[in-house]
C-alpha cells in the first residue's frame, strides 16, 4: 500500500543546534516533494519544493535533500531556534493536482 | 495583501444537519483545493478546482460532501446529514496557477465538530 511516514514522536533540541527531519515514502513516485510548516490553530505554511531531479534545495537555514533511489527526504534546520518550534509534514505531487500529506513531525526547540 | 480566509473558523452541528463552509482564496488565484486534517494527521486531500472547474473530486469520503466554486473564486464545501466522523478541521488553499507546482497558500481552516 502507498505510505509515507514522518517520525511519529517529536523531536527535541537545543536552541543553535541543527534539527533533521525524515520523511519515507512506499509505492509513490513522486514528481515533487514539498514541506510545510503548521503552527496550532493554523494553516499550513510551505517552505520548501524539491523536484525529483534535484538532490538538495537550500533556503536561508533551511536544506532539503530529495533521495528517489531510497523513497527518502531530509529536512534540516540549521542553527535553529525556540520560533522554529511547530510541526513540520512533507508531501508528495505525484503527477496529477493531488498533493499526498505525510502525519508531520512536532519539533521543540529549546532555549 | 489579504490572505486565504475562511469562515466560520468554528462549527459545532448535531448529527444530521446540513453544514456550509466558505473559502475565499487569494485573489486571482487560479487553483482551489479543500482538505480535511483529523488531530494528529497531515492534511487530506479532498478536491480541486482550477478556475471555475471541478478537475478532482476523488478525495470526497462520500456523496454527502459537495464542493464547488461556481464564478472562479469563492468556493462552498457542503457536507449533508453530517456525522461524528466528519468532525475535523477543513482547510483550503489556493495557488496562483493551474500547475501543480505552484506553491499552495492555505486559510486557517474551520473545526467543524458534530455532536
Known amino acids: 500500500s502507498q505510505k509515507i511516514e514522518q517520525n511519529s514522536e517529536a523531536l527535541n533540541i537545543q536552541e543553535g543546534k541543527t534539527a533533521t527531519l525524515t520523511c519515507n515514502y512506499t509505492?509513490?513516485?513522486?514528481?515533487?516533494l514539498q514541506w510545510y510548516r503548521q503552527d496550532p490553530g493554523r494553516g499550513p505554511v510551505f517552505l520548501l519544493l524539491?523536484?525529483?531531479?534535484?538532490k538538495e534545495k537550500r533556503k536561508e537555514r533551511l536544506k532539503v535533500t530529495f533521495d528517489t533511489t531510497l523513497k527518502q527526504s531530509l529536512f534540516h534546520i540549521t542553527a535553529s531556534q525556540p520560533a522554529d518550534s511547530a510541526t513540520y509534514l512533507c508531501?508528495?505531487?505525484?503527477?496529477?493536482?493531488?498533493?499526498?500529506f505525510g502525519a508531520g513531525t512536532r519539533l521543540f526547540v529549546k532555549a | 495583501g489579504a490572505g486565504v480566509s475562511q469562515s466560520p473558523r468554528y462549527k459545532v452541528a448535531k448529527r444530521g444537519q446540513d453544514v456550509a463552509l466558505r473559502c475565499d482564496p487569494i485573489?486571482?488565484?487560479?487553483?482551489l483545493f479543500w482538505y480535511q486534517q483529523a488531530l494528529g494527521q497531515g492534511p487530506e486531500f479532498l478536491t480541486y478546482?482550477?478556475?471555475?472547474?471541478?478537475?478532482?473530486k476523488s478525495g470526497l469520503p462520500s456523496d454527502r460532501f459537495f464542493a464547488e466554486r461556481p464564478e472562479g473564486s469563492v468556493s462552498t464545501l457542503k457536507i449533508q446529514r453530517t456525522q461524528q466522523e466528519d468532525s475535523a478541521v477543513y482547510l483550503c488553499?489556493?495557488?496562483?496557477?493551474?500547475?501543480?507546482?505552484?506553491?499552495?497558500?492555505f486559510g486557517p481552516g474551520t473545526r467543524l465538530t458534530v455532536l
Open positions: 488553499a489556493s495557488s496562483l496557477g493551474g500547475q501543480e507546482y505552484n506553491e499552495q497558500f
Open positions: 485573489s486571482g488565484h487560479v487553483s
Open positions: 524539491i523536484r525529483e531531479n534535484e
Open positions: 508531501a508528495l505531487g505525484t503527477g496529477g493536482f493531488k498533493t499526498i
Open positions: 478546482f482550477q478556475n471555475e472547474a471541478q478537475l478532482d
Open positions: 509505492n509513490y513516485s513522486p514528481a515533487y
